[in-house]
């Protein structure tokens, strides 16, 4: 190859443009490098609770923006609750969960006391970003002590994975701390003698979102009368510190009706969403 007079000058000025642009490019892929590599692991997550969807039951994915699901028109107050007039109410306010746990394990406040096997306290992580509340024991919760275990524990637990939680990572109560007979469902006068212990449960943990199990924890902690499907799809605000939360189905109601755990899903979205916007 022969080179014309003054090439040499155009031969350096094309090597350096060509080093100039490996090191722009190389620049290029260590910033981008860190972007593909979230890409990557939002994908794992993403594909990881879609898994957890399907397990679920869930088809539909039903994706809703922040601003739509958590602004001010959404905040639904609802007044504390009322506990002063409470019957049976504890004037001493405890100091740790151990406490109102032992406290519970000797109540004899309601009949409930005479049929039951085991009290209920609640079990998980006792400074839990999420608290889910559902209403009482069942038989199985009643033999072995520990809330939410059997079928509707399983479901609550593929619930809370498909959050990115573990169970041990929430804390999960009921409002009653003893199983009524045959399942029945709780009594007002039961809730009311039973609901300080978890309003004690709720200050000492207090968590970032509850979510309410079922209609009749969502009414125990609203204090109110409202239907499901009025109370269902908003953010409410419970109790003096104004913690948002979220009324969802009963993972036992799911079971007998698995076409609402999509329903269920939007709601766990709607509470996941709020939590991150607080
Ligand atoms: S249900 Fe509650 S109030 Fe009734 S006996 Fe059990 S712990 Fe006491």
Redesign the pocket.
């Known amino acids: 190859m022969f080179l014309k007079p003054g090439s040499n000058r155009v031969v350096l000025w094309a090597i350096l443009q060509i080093g100039l642009g490996i090191i722009v490019i190389s620049q290029g892929c260590c910033r981008l490098f860190p972007v593909l590599q979230f890409i990557h692991v939002e994908h794992i997550h993403l594909t990881r609770q879609l898994r957890l969807l399907n397990q679920l039951g869930v088809d539909v994915w039903v994706h809703r923006t922040t601003d739509r699901l958590w602004s001010a028109d959404s905040a639904v107050p609802v007044s504390p609750p009322e506990t002063d007039d409470i019957p049976?109410r504890d004037s001493l306010v405890p100091t740790s969960l151990e406490e109102i746990e032992k406290a519970?394990r000797s109540?004899?406040?309601?009949?409930?006391?005479q049929t039951?096997t085991r009290?209920v306290f609640g079990s998980g992580c006792p400074d839990a970003d999420w608290l889910f509340v559902g209403e009482?024991p069942g038989a199985q919760e009643d033999r072995q002590g520990k809330p939410f275990v059997g079928r509707a524990g399983k479901l609550l637990d593929l619930m809370i994975a498909a959050l990115g939680l573990h169970r041990s990572e929430v804390y999960i109560a009921n409002v009653?701390?003893?199983r009524p007979p045959n399942n029945r469902d709780p009594r007002p006068d039961?809730v009311v003698?039973?609901e300080h212990?978890l309003q004690h449960q709720l200050a000492l943990v207090r968590p970032k979102i509850i979510v309410a199990l079922g209609l009749t924890a969502t009414r125990a902690l609203l204090k109110t009368n409202r239907g499901f499907r009025e109370l269902r799809g908003s953010v409410h605000a419970y109790g003096d510190q104004d913690i948002p939360l979220v009324a969802t189905y009963h993972p036992a109601y799911l079971l007998r009706n698995p076409g609402q755990k999509s329903k269920s899903w939007e709601d766990l979205w709607l509470a996941k969403t709020s939590i991150q916007a607080s």
């Open positions: 049976g519970v109540c004899e406040k309601c009949p409930l006391h039951r009290t009482a009653l701390k003893c039961e003698q039973c212990y």
